[in-house]
């Protein structure tokens, strides 16, 4: 039972977390204090206070405004990015569970080649050599992607087409495209939603990350990274410029890897079971 409740409070939670980044990112599309690229030089590094929540930047940019338009590159690149390694993943993992032989073995070598290389890694190559921007970081991260989700795709369907419902459609006659719609996709979507959501917090360091090194979203759009980035030159004088976007990507991805661990936990009783 508490092993249970443990499982639900990480549920509860994440989704609380994971909601208030999706809140954020909705307000931001109709409302924030001030635009979010205007640059106001005589209140330039000003406090917190009634006028500025969070204070201003460097430039005077406000800072909470930033944020809340930070909030929504982060889903964009998480959303998208995990939508390409979504349907190129599940497609290859799929079509290696079913054609076996050759076609399952080149697969699984092209993704172990990908593998090799670190996500970021990855990303940071592809980015510098076809060129900065938000649509480079979301390429570069969804084929990241696309490995991870093939390889467990592959797996879980392995798994599902030895049970006997795949067993009694294929001796039915059914042919693979139905029996993958009809009997294994409906039986690894659990699976495959947990590892989305670990795959969308990582999408959103991996954001962060190329933002800050210059690779990511670029000037005048809002991005936590950049942010980061831009922090560092007056981080003595004004140490919440790196806190306040630092603390929106903890967060989003604390929140975002405690709803995964929920959704797994409650979505697959073996494993609660076992845990109990």
Same mark, same amino acid.
């Given at each position: 039972?508490r092993?249970?409740?443990?499982?639900?409070?990480?549920?509860?939670?994440?989704?609380?977390?994971?909601?208030a980044?999706?809140?954020?990112?909705?307000?931001?599309?109709?409302?924030?204090?001030?635009?979010?690229a205007?640059?106001?030089i005589?209140h330039k590094?000003?406090?917190?206070?009634?006028?500025?929540?969070?204070? %201003?930047?460097?430039?005077?940019?406000?800072?909470?405004?930033?944020?809340?338009?930070?909030?929504r590159v982060?889903?964009?690149v998480?959303?998208v990015?995990?939508?390409?390694?979504?349907?190129?993943?599940?497609?290859?993992?799929?079509?290696? *569970?079913f054609? +076996?032989?050759? *076609?399952?073995?080149?697969?699984? +070598?092209?993704?172990?080649?990908?593998?090799?290389?670190?996500?970021?890694?990855?990303?940071?190559?592809?980015?510098?050599?076809?060129?900065?921007?938000?649509?480079? %970081?979301?390429?570069?991260?969804?084929? *990241?992607?696309?490995?991870?989700?093939?390889?467990?795709?592959?797996a879980?369907?392995?798994?599902?087409l030895?049970?006997?419902?795949?067993l009694? *459609?294929?001796?039915?006659?059914?042919?693979?495209?139905?029996i993958?719609?009809?009997?294994?996709l409906?039986?690894i %979507?659990?699976?495959?939603?947990v590892?989305?959501?670990?795959?969308?917090?990582? %999408?959103?360091?991996?954001?962060?990350?190329?933002?800050?090194?210059?690779?990511?979203?670029?000037?005048?759009?809002?991005?936590?990274?950049?942010?980061?980035?831009?922090a560092?030159?007056?981080?003595?004088?004004?140490?919440?410029?790196?806190?306040?976007?630092?603390?929106?990507?903890a967060?989003?991805?604390?929140?975002l890897?405690?709803?995964?661990?929920?959704?797994?936990?409650?979505l697959?009783? +073996?494993?609660?079971a076992?845990?109990?």
């Amino acid at each position: 039972m508490r092993v249970l409740l443990r499982g639900n409070f990480s549920l509860w939670l994440g989704a609380v977390l994971t909601g208030a980044l999706l809140l954020m990112a909705a307000v931001s599309l109709v409302w924030t204090p001030y635009p979010p690229a205007a640059i106001d030089i005589p209140h330039k590094l000003a406090p917190p206070s009634l006028a500025h929540w969070f204070g %201003a930047d460097a430039l005077g940019r406000d800072v909470a405004s930033q944020i809340l338009a930070g909030s929504r590159v982060s889903i964009l690149v998480g959303v998208v990015a995990v939508g390409i390694g979504l349907l190129f993943g599940v497609a290859l993992g799929l079509f290696a *569970a079913f054609r +076996k032989g050759v *076609a399952e073995d080149a697969i699984m +070598k092209a993704c172990d080649f990908v593998f090799a290389f670190p996500a970021l890694l990855s990303a940071i190559m592809l980015t510098s050599a076809f060129g900065p921007g938000v649509v480079n %970081a979301i390429v570069a991260i969804g084929v *990241a992607n696309v490995p991870i989700i093939a390889k467990l795709t592959r797996a879980t369907a392995n798994s599902a087409l030895a049970r006997e419902y795949a067993l009694a *459609a294929r001796a039915s006659g059914r042919g693979p495209v139905a029996i993958a719609f009809d009997h294994v996709l409906p039986n690894i %979507a659990p699976a495959l939603i947990v590892q989305a959501t670990i795959q969308f917090a990582i %999408a959103i360091l991996a954001e962060a990350a190329l933002s800050y090194l210059g690779l990511g979203a670029q000037p005048p759009q809002p991005s936590w990274g950049r942010m980061l980035s831009d922090a560092q030159t007056v981080l003595y004088n004004a140490p919440r410029l790196a806190i306040y976007p630092g603390a929106a990507i903890a967060l989003s991805v604390l929140g975002l890897n405690l709803l995964g661990d929920g959704l797994r936990d409650a979505l697959d009783p +073996k494993l609660r079971a076992r845990r109990s």
